[in-house]
């Protein structure tokens, strides 16, 4: 590596829009974000699976009479 030419890199503390603080290796001092693992919907289990504008209705209806067999 070059001398002189990288930024230092540290151990930063990161802070979310929900409260929750942690420790991270960054060049910045201080992160903040809007989400993070312990309000996300995905860990917290609160996701919702939205099908928008019927997107797997459509798939369905497209492919429903499709036989593989005809193409093997």
Do not use: W
Not at 20 to 43: L, M, Q, W, Y
């Amino acid at each position: 590596m070059k001398k002189g030419i990288h930024p230092k890199y540290t151990n930063s503390t990161a802070s979310c829009a929900c409260g929750a603080t942690f420790e991270v290796g960054s060049t910045r001092e201080n992160i903040k974000v809007e989400i993070c693992s312990k309000c996300h919907p995905f860990f917290t289990g609160k996701q919702k699976l939205v099908d928008s504008a019927g997107r797997i209705d459509r798939f369905k209806k497209k492919y429903a009479g499709f036989d593989i067999s005809k193409l093997v």
